[in-house]
């Protein structure tokens, strides 16, 4: 038996969202992200906690260009 109405998306974003309003939902959810990642165990397993380390990294170089975006002016953020 088919459903009458399909799965709605994981994760969508409606339309008419501005470009700036778009950058700081990303930088909110970046921001989330890291907070969250920085209250798991270190005790894993160095591969885990290398893997960690990166994507830490990244998520702070990808907050960093964020806040680049966002501004008005040339800034200079540290990683």
Do not use: F, N, W
């Not at 998306?9 to 959810?29: F, M, Q, W, Y």
């Amino acid at each position: 038996m088919k459903k009458p109405v399909p799965d709605p998306p994981i994760l969508c974003v409606g339309p008419g969202l501005s470009h700036e309003d778009a950058l700081r939902r990303a930088e909110d959810h970046l921001k989330k992200a890291i907070a969250l990642t920085s209250y798991l165990p270190a005790h894993t397993s160095v591969k885990h906690q290398r893997m960690l380390s990166d994507a830490l990294l990244d998520m702070r170089i990808c907050k960093a260009l964020l806040t680049v975006a966002l501004s008005r002016s040339t800034v200079s953020v540290p990683v």
